[in-house]
């Protein structure tokens, strides 16, 4: 499909509304602006702590998703699922609910100090790592677990018969199923931390922790010097793209073959290994519910004192992320291959806050931007999801090319059959994996709603916010909980119905 | 298609509401809340106006300078001295031709463009049932170092910025030793005011940086005393916050009306609950009982939107240097 106009449009759109934007500011700003010398500072820590958190977490992610394939337990599925949580957090939540748990007041401390062993200092690089492995090792854990599954029983089966030992059993399976996921993995979790600025700050304990965003919203907001942000942003672009082009080129796509979709559980997790991925399942459990659970704490008084307000909020976020999962999945099947990745990379590299202003710019001359709230959110939250369902979605539909291609040509399937009967039926579960990941992060995300606020259009997220500047703090992590629950089932609805197939 | 009939119907019904006589003010986000002041401006004036007032939140500045002249609004709401130089200079906007005699600040203030309504003081807030406080500046600064402080950045958040202002008036040339002893304080820096000061209700932090008016929010509004500012001899720095009217307004007299309205009784004696502020022309005896209790700074420093911009840079970097190392 990769020619196909759908695809070609798909792709035009997508280029339009995220170099676009960075374009009409460049414009406006009359040009380029040079750097002040605290940008290269940012710069290099950006690069720095983006890479360091995509490494930590990619890795991590590796034994955790193997445990996870290799054990079987009750309430496997529903650890699964929770486990996904920390990524569609609201931002400032999930620094709430980390310091709750790994502050100096948290309950971390609370445990060492009880045992009067020294106490932990959460803030600093450390923190911002913490914070991003906490965000995005579920992930890539899902990423992996995907990659995994995507093995046919067959192959397992064969394997298993074979006797193939460890060893082998890593070489021709595991081995392969890594590389072709983590390399992607690693770009999109170094491009989401690129862009990072309030987690990063706040951890961070500091101006040590001032990365490249940062500076873009000082450029912007404070000094009003867009030729200053939009020279930044271009080169937050440069390095997410650049990263990208590099991780495509070591990805692997050959398949693995065909199977009849029989599931089969791995008999290579016994013994010992029981033990030790025991321990990874538990320690990757705990890292990511403990936080969840103060947010879920915190919040439960506040959920009395939300009022009608907050309710009509939430009523848009959820129409927002139905908008922008419906979009954003039409994008995702038009251009699932490697040139759509790519551009769809440059969608999380630009700066939000160029892309807000850039789009607010765009759209002046033709509608009253402040009546455009939503419907822009919606967009733009769909451009942000956009990477994250390609690189779910990708994987799997390059392979099914490779293991389906021959099957296409001798039947002659086009088009819309080939999407029907082959693509969307074997792609099910990577295909809600993505679409609750991008509703439960649309939910979530405050986007570029800054500069086209409207007071009776708040979002959830936005009214989160707004609370907590009235002092509204209990208020605030009700609204919060409220959010959880929604991007969570949201997410848990989609991602079933995704694996409805399994059964 | 979902997308497109959606847009299609938020259109409809925004282009349904009449535009005659709507007098449209931009303000902060967090002003239109329902906790903030927004709502209960819009009834007062509304009460009095015949005709609508609608509030367009978000960015202030940034949007107007983006839109120019051609800008919808009528009246900003919301500015902070520390942006009014940049407004001035764009000629956006107009005189506001308010008599100021009435204003009841602890500073002179003769401005013709940019009204004041609420004014406060930059100060760290703590919980008087956990610690003592500081008596001085300096004995912040010689506070043993398990002194738990979070604070702003002064590069995206307007009281950060008021916070290294402050040192910088304290302190002159020794504003960058005075952050090196503040440092180990320092628990971190937040992005904006909201999340240091929900840090300090978790308990996260022992002293906030916030504002002088804090305490009257727990004393009205949770009935709660014990959290106090500290308050320091040596001065707080004075933060205000101002309205302006836009130069190309279509509603020049809506928009005059407005900002006579603003230093008006009613406004007044509803901005201290409405925004927990001090109002900028009210006698301090109409103030509500909560905020009669507030301790307040015999001495308050301010550098005008010239002095503070010549000095800004340096006193980010003094900041910055220090927290650095």
Not at chain 1, 81 to 98: D, S, W
Not at chain 1, 330 to 359: D, F, K, Q
């Amino acid at each position: 499909m990769a020619r196909s106009p759908f695809a070609i449009i798909a792709g035009l759109t997508l280029a339009a509304l995220t170099l676009g934007p960075v374009a009409v500011v460049l414009i406006r700003a009359g040009g380029l602006s040079a750097l002040a010398p605290g940008d290269w500072l940012a710069l290099r820590f950006t690069v720095w702590q983006a890479l360091l958190s995509a490494v930590l977490s990619v890795a991590l992610a590796v034994p955790v998703a193997r445990a996870l394939v290799r054990q079987r337990f009750p309430g496997r599925a529903v650890l699964v699922t929770l486990m996904g949580a920390p990524f569609i957090l609201p931002v400032i939540v999930a620094v709430m609910g980390l310091i709750a748990v790994f502050g100096r007041a948290g309950l971390v401390n609370d445990v060492l100090g009880g045992l009067g062993l020294p106490l932990v200092d959460i803030y600093g690089l450390h923190g911002v790592l913490l914070a991003h492995v906490f965000f995005n090792l579920p992930l890539a854990v899902r990423m992996l677990l995907t990659g995994w599954q995507a093995v046919p029983g067959e192959r397992l089966r064969l394997a298993t018969s074979l006797g193939l030992s460890r060893a082998a059993l890593w070489r021709v399976i595991d081995g392969p199923v890594i590389l072709r996921v983590a390399p992607g993995a690693l770009v999109v979790i170094f491009v989401i931390c690129l862009t990072s600025f309030a987690v990063a700050l706040t951890l961070g304990g500091g101006p040590r922790a001032t990365t490249v965003e940062l500076a873009i919203y000082q450029a912007m907001r404070f000094d009003f010097d867009l030729g200053r942000a939009a020279t930044l942003g271009l080169i937050q672009l440069a390095l997410g793209l650049g990263a990208g082009i590099l991780a495509l080129k070591v990805t692997q796509t050959d398949g693995f073959g065909l199977g009849r979709d029989r599931a089969l559980v791995r008999r290579d997790g016994a013994g010992w290994r029981r033990w030790t991925d025991g321990m990874w399942i538990a320690l990757a459990g705990l890292f990511l519910l403990v936080p969840l659970g103060a947010v879920v704490l915190r919040g439960l008084q506040g959920l009395m004192l939300l009022r009608a307000d907050t309710i009509v909020a939430a009523g848009h976020s959820v129409a927002v992320a139905g908008a922008s999962t419906v979009l954003c999945m039409i994008w995702a099947v038009a251009l699932a291959n490697r040139r759509g990745e790519l551009l769809a990379l440059a969608a999380i590299t630009v700066s939000p806050l160029v892309l807000g202003t850039g789009l607010f710019l765009m759209l002046r001359p033709f509608v009253n931007p402040f009546t455009m709230a939503l419907p822009v959110t919606a967009l733009v939250n769909a451009l942000m999801g956009l990477p994250f369902a390609l690189r779910i979605i990708t994987p799997q539909a390059e392979a099914l090319k490779t293991d389906y291609g021959r099957l296409r040509a001798s039947l002659g399937l086009t088009g819309w059959a080939w999407l029907r009967l082959i693509w969307v039926p074997r792609l099910r579960r990577p295909l809600g994996f993505a679409a609750g990941l991008v509703a439960a992060l649309a939910m979530g995300d405050l986007g570029v709603i800054a500069l086209f606020a409207d007071p009776d259009r708040a979002t959830l997220p936005l009214q989160v916010y707004r609370l907590m500047g009235s002092y509204q703090m209990e208020a605030a992590a009700g609204a919060a909980l409220l959010l959880l629950a929604l991007s969570l089932g949201a997410f848990v609805m989609l991602d079933r119905g995704g694996r409805l197939a399994e059964a | 298609m979902k997308t497109f009939t959606f847009a299609a119907g938020l259109l409809l019904a925004t282009s349904a509401v009449a535009q005659e006589n709507v007098l449209t003010v931009y303000a902060p986000d967090y002003f239109t809340s329902e906790w903030g002041p927004g709502p209960k401006i819009e009834e007062l004036f509304e009460a009095q106006c015949e005709c609508d007032l609608q509030f367009k939140p978000g960015e202030l500045l940034p949007r107007l300078l983006l839109e120019g002249d051609r800008t919808e609004a009528d009246v900003v709401i919301g500015l902070n001295t520390d942006v009014t130089k940049k407004a001035r200079e764009s000629g956006l906007f107009a005189e506001h031709g308010v008599d100021l005699s009435s204003l009841t600040l602890p500073i002179d203030w003769t401005d013709a463009t940019f009204l004041p309504f609420n004014y406060g003081h930059t100060a760290f807030v703590y919980d008087t049932t956990k610690m003592e406080a500081p008596a001085s500046f300096d004995a912040l600064l010689n506070a043993d170092d398990d002194l738990r402080l979070v604070i702003q950045d002064p590069r995206t958040s307007v009281s950060g910025l008021a916070l290294v202002l402050w040192v910088q008036a304290v302190y002159g040339d020794q504003a960058q030793a005075a952050w090196e002893k503040l440092a180990p304080k320092i628990v971190t820096v937040t992005k904006g005011w909201s999340e240091s000061y929900g840090m300090f209700t978790d308990g996260e932090a022992d002293m906030v940086l916030s504002y002088t008016t804090s305490p009257a929010y727990h004393i009205i509004a949770e009935g709660d005393e014990t959290k106090k500012a500290a308050i320091f001899p040596e001065g707080h720095y004075f933060m205000v916050e101002l309205a302006a009217k836009v130069a190309a307004t279509d509603q020049p007299e809506l928009a005059q009306d407005f900002m006579d309205f603003i230093l008006g009784e009613d406004f007044q004696s509803m901005i201290a609950t409405g925004n927990w502020s001090i109002p900028a022309a009210l006698d301090q005896s109409a103030w509500p009982e909560g905020f009669q209790k507030l301790d307040l700074p015999e001495s308050v420093l301010f550098y005008n939107e010239t002095e503070a911009a010549a000095l800004r840079d340096e006193a980010i970097e003094a900041w910055r240097a220090a927290l650095s190392q």
